[in-house]
């Protein structure tokens, strides 16, 4: 992979790895960061902050873990699985969920409208999770490189219903080809499920080596897991 393009190569990123800010993100500038490793993180409405940081979250589909517990648990839940049937509602819902030590959210009017169109272009996929009685109750989004998808934010109404959206997206995606799940900052339910931290340079060896064009949304909807897979 080379650096060139609309960004600073990520080796010149800071310490917490911001490259900079623009005033405003569109479809071919977000083709451009994740193919490099850079995805955007606004701390404002009128900025947007770019990121390549130095230690990178990822899950590899084949070492996914699900907790027992959470098997017996998602066994009686009856949840089913759509694959980009309500993208703007799913990415609306995990806008409003409230965030630790935030204030406010991150997914912001631009950014709801640059990854509307991130979808419409064919890159953004939403994994939507449905109870018994037919309601969205949860759901993930997220980007298609290929190889490779990039998760961005998941919400729930409940319980574990984002975690069944997850794992069906993750089961689902290593059926189409995909090898690397970037979740880009590690957290302990992440972590629970068998992600881990690597460096930066590493990141971006294996996002060079498994990128290509995104998987359509038909090819994942081929390929879904039905819901018993999930806690098997």
């Known amino acids: ?10 080796d010149r990123a800071d310490p917490d790895g911001c490259l900079g800010y623009t005033p405003d993100l569109n479809v071919p500038m977000l083709i451009d960061a994740y193919t490099h490793g850079i995805f955007p993180w606004p701390i404002r409405e009128r900025e947007i902050l770019w990121f390549t940081p130095p230690m990178r979250g990822v899950l590899y589909p084949e070492h996914l873990h699900i907790p027992r517990r959470l098997r017996r648990s998602l066994r009686h839940r009856h949840f089913q699985l759509t694959i980009s049937r309500r993208f703007d509602e799913v990415l609306s819902r995990c806008s409003a969920v409230p965030r630790k030590g935030q204030e406010g959210t991150w997914i912001t009017g631009k950014i709801r409208r640059a990854y509307q169109a991130f979808h419409r272009a064919g890159y953004a996929h939403s994994f939507e999770t449905w109870n018994e009685r037919g309601e969205l109750v949860g759901g993930m989004y997220g980007v298609s490189l290929g190889g490779v998808f990039c998760g ?9 219903a984002s975690k069944f959206a997850l794992l069906s997206a993750v089961l689902t995606l290593k059926q189409c080809g995909v090898r690397l799940i970037d979740t880009q900052i590690l957290t302990p339910l992440l972590a629970r499920f068998g992600a881990r931290e690597i460096p930066r340079e590493q990141f971006l060896k294996e996002l060079e080596e498994h990128l290509g064009d995104p998987i359509p949304a038909d090819v994942l909807r081929a390929g879904i897991v039905r819901a018993e897979e999930v806690g098997r």
Do not use: C, L, N, V
């Open 152 to 160: 961005e934010s998941m919400f729930h109404q409940e319980s574990d």
């Open 1 to 10: 992979m080379t650096a060139e393009g609309m960004f600073p190569p990520p």
